[in-house]
């Protein structure tokens, strides 16, 4: 049935769904590419805990025939989606990167699955997550050069659709787990705002700052699936019953006036590797005057400090009778981190919490004048594997505040390796910020 030259596992998403409608491709034969690339490439990538080929398989020859009757079908309908090992999927596994959950099968699916399923979406697997989506480096090696880190926590999510295993992976970000690892793994990476997308079902390691992105090969699929899995769940604390942004329209809308984007002069900009640093001025040069530079003051660092306190009191706060009970099964990574979080006292959370309220009242008044803030997604090129999975000091304050960020694969380090752009909006305010993507994107490449 197959009319396309491209490879079924390297068409994007809407592709691949569009050709899927029209009856050009079914989605067994695209989730059987894709299996095909996995078995491939995988032993040596190790992107994927769980693959169940079968399962894969059979979702799929239920999709075509709802296809093939006439009945209706998705935004997703037959497109294979990687799942982050911490969000619950029914009856599969789900270990959340520790021996601690070894056999944990959960019983139900989080909201996020339920949207996909509903959006005739393929749930191929699930992907590797580092330990408690955190630092301790897990067995996923970036699929540009294995001897680098993917990064964290979303290790296998990001690294799978960088291999074309699928077109389409969730991961989430408490700091910078979903932007750095798509910097890393030449990946566009979006995280939307915090309460877009529920978080039912999903590992908690801090209620304040825990939140669901997804990883993509191109800008409109990125959108599409946070279009599919956003949604009210008043399970949620975080999630609001407000109307919410349209992504893909969002990132296929032409912008009416040119764009206003900041530059913000970060008091830890020193931590940008010297190519990084040379590739960013290069492009803000390129940009020209659609960048505006701003100096900053020196108490924005404070935000830092305040996300350190608020995830590491919460992630204790939440977890510590199971820490407590296996903390022999804990890494060596995290161990220190715990035995700081039980130092904190209940007054300097507070106060932590009012440093968050400032910078969110800070960025709300700020988006008023301006469309994005332009800054680079991680410090540079990835680690090298043995390292860690690098630092996430470019994503922390947008975490904090939960504004929308972006990352889009637009350098390359003196390696050869990926390094991304990042763009942060606005809360709530997440097609506008797809919007100016759009331009940026036409502006330097058309």
């Not at 001897?147 to 926590?153: F, K, L, M, R, V």
Request: glycine share 8%; net charge negative.
């Amino acid at each position: 049935m197959m009319h396309t030259t491209v490879p079924p596992n390297a068409l994007s998403a809407l592709d691949a769904a569009r050709q899927i409608r029209e009856g050009k491709l079914t989605s067994v034969e695209l989730v059987t590419a894709c299996l095909k690339r996995i078995s491939e490439t995988d032993e040596q990538l190790r992107a994927w805990v769980y693959v169940d080929a079968d399962e894969a398989l059979a979702q799929a020859r239920e999709l075509d025939e709802i296809r093939r009757k006439g009945r209706p079908t998705g935004p997703l309908h037959g497109v294979p989606v990687g799942i982050k090992d911490i969000i619950d999927a029914k009856g599969v596994a789900c270990e959340r990167g520790s021996p601690i959950f070894k056999g944990r099968i959960p019983e139900a699916d989080a909201a996020i699955i339920e949207r996909l399923r509903e959006a005739g979406a393929v749930i191929m697997g699930k992907t590797v997550t580092t330990e408690f989506a955190f630092m301790h480096p897990a067995e996923t090696r970036n699929p540009h050069n294995p001897d680098y880190s993917p990064g964290g926590s979303s290790s296998g999510s990001a690294a799978a659709v960088a291999a074309y295993h699928v077109p389409l992976a969730i991961g989430t970000q408490t700091n910078g787990s979903v932007i750095r690892p798509a910097s890393y793994c030449g990946t566009y990476g979006f995280k939307p705002s915090r309460g877009v997308i529920s978080r039912r079902g999903i590992l908690q390691t801090s209620q304040s700052l825990d939140q669901v992105g997804v990883f993509a090969r191109d800008l409109p699929d990125a959108a599409l699936l946070a279009d599919v899995i956003g949604g009210y769940d008043p399970t949620d604390d975080l999630s609001y019953s407000r109307p919410r942004p349209q992504m893909l329209a969002g990132s296929q809308a032409k912008a009416p006036v040119e764009p206003a984007i900041a530059y913000l002069d970060m008091p830890y900009k020193n931590r940008l590797s010297n190519d990084a640093r040379e590739g960013f001025e290069e492009l803000l040069e390129t940009l020209g005057q659609s960048v505006e530079r701003l100096p900053v003051d020196d108490k924005l660092a404070t935000l830092i400090d305040a996300h350190a306190t608020i995830h590491e009191y919460e992630i204790w706060q939440h977890n510590k009778e199971l820490f407590t009970e296996h903390w022999d099964q804990l890494s060596q990574s995290i161990q220190p981190v715990l035995r700081n979080a039980r130092t904190i006292s209940a007054a300097a959370y507070e106060d932590a919490l009012q440093v968050k309220l400032s910078g969110e009242r800070f960025f709300s008044e700020f988006f008023n004048d301006y469309d994005a803030i332009i800054m680079p997604s991680s410090t540079g090129e990835a680690p090298l594997f043995e390292t860690g999975t690098g630092d996430p000091i470019f994503s922390t304050i947008s975490s904090l505040c939960g504004l929308p960020s972006l990352t889009m694969p637009l350098l390359v380090g003196a390696n050869n390796m990926p390094v991304g752009v990042q763009l942060v909006g606005g809360c709530e305010e997440d097609d506008r910020l797809l919007r100016t993507a759009s331009w940026m994107l036409d502006t330097l490449f058309i």
